[in-house]
């Protein structure tokens, strides 16, 4: 789902998954972990998320495995996924035997990386399955949503209708803080997408 450009990106609430590419791949991965630092920043036991950044930044680690080494079945369960038949956690797991998420927790914790950065790569898709750093875990799954959606303006996000999704009951953040953290997060991730890749 990182294959659009960033002007396109903005216009839609879920992407095409079937290409990865460097570039997409990082710009996501900042967006996310900028989304979770300001979230985290807003939460009432932000003292305990100051691992937020870092765990929005390594989330999709996983996926850079896979099309890394298993290009061609990635792009598979990319393709399975696009075609509305399963979701992609799902298609990965038809193809793989695990999905991208299980990946990246899995390196996370072979390289002995804390355990909420862990619990959040395994679970940012799943967070109620997550029994430990569950804030950090729901915050880093609220963050790639966010990622992946346009929050330019308050009317987009309403139609993504994230305020509906029951993981914002679980955490301790009213739905309001999203129009101050997404101008916070947009004009952020401009200044440090410049930085590296103009």
Same mark, same amino acid.
């Given at each position: %789902?990182?294959?659009?450009?960033?002007?396109?990106?903005?216009?839609?609430?879920? +992407?095409?998954?079937?290409?990865?590419?460097?570039? !997409?791949?990082?710009?996501?991965?900042?967006?996310?972990?900028?989304?979770?630092?300001?979230?985290?920043?807003?939460?009432?036991?932000?003292?305990?998320?100051?691992?937020?950044?870092?765990?929005?930044?390594?989330?999709?680690?996983?996926?850079?495995?896979?099309?890394?080494?298993?290009?061609?079945?990635? +792009?598979?369960?990319?393709?399975?996924?696009?075609?509305?038949?399963?979701?992609?956690?799902?298609?990965?797991?038809?193809?793989?035997?695990?999905?991208?998420?299980?990946?990246?927790?899995?390196?996370?914790?072979?390289?002995?990386?804390?355990?909420?950065?862990?619990?959040?790569?395994?679970?940012?898709?799943?967070?109620?399955?997550?029994?430990?750093?569950? !804030?950090?875990?729901?915050?880093?799954?609220?963050?790639?949503?966010?990622?992946?959606?346009?929050?330019?303006?308050?009317?987009?996000?309403?139609?993504?209708?994230?305020?509906?999704?029951?993981?914002? !009951?679980?955490? %301790?953040?009213?739905?309001?803080?999203?129009?101050?953290?997404?101008?916070?997060?947009?004009? !952020?991730?401009?200044?440090?997408?410049?930085?590296?890749?103009?």
């Amino acid at each position: %789902d990182l294959h659009y450009p960033l002007r396109r990106q903005r216009q839609m609430c879920i +992407r095409d998954s079937s290409i990865l590419e460097m570039r !997409e791949f990082w710009a996501h991965s900042l967006k996310t972990a900028l989304f979770a630092k300001f979230l985290a920043d807003h939460h009432s036991k932000k003292q305990q998320l100051t691992s937020a950044f870092i765990s929005g930044l390594l989330h999709d680690i996983g996926r850079l495995i896979m099309y890394t080494k298993a290009p061609d079945l990635a +792009r598979a369960a990319a393709l399975l996924a696009k075609s509305n038949q399963t979701n992609e956690v799902d298609a990965e797991t038809l193809i793989f035997g695990f999905n991208h998420a299980e990946l990246g927790g899995a390196l996370l914790e072979m390289w002995k990386i804390p355990s909420s950065i862990q619990n959040a790569a395994t679970f940012h898709h799943q967070p109620e399955l997550s029994i430990i750093d569950k !804030e950090e875990t729901n915050i880093i799954y609220l963050a790639n949503k966010l990622a992946h959606i346009d929050t330019t303006s308050v009317e987009a996000i309403d139609t993504c209708r994230l305020s509906e999704d029951k993981i914002w !009951e679980a955490i %301790d953040l009213p739905f309001g803080v999203i129009t101050p953290v997404s101008d916070k997060v947009n004009e !952020e991730f401009d200044q440090t997408y410049a930085l590296f890749f103009s």
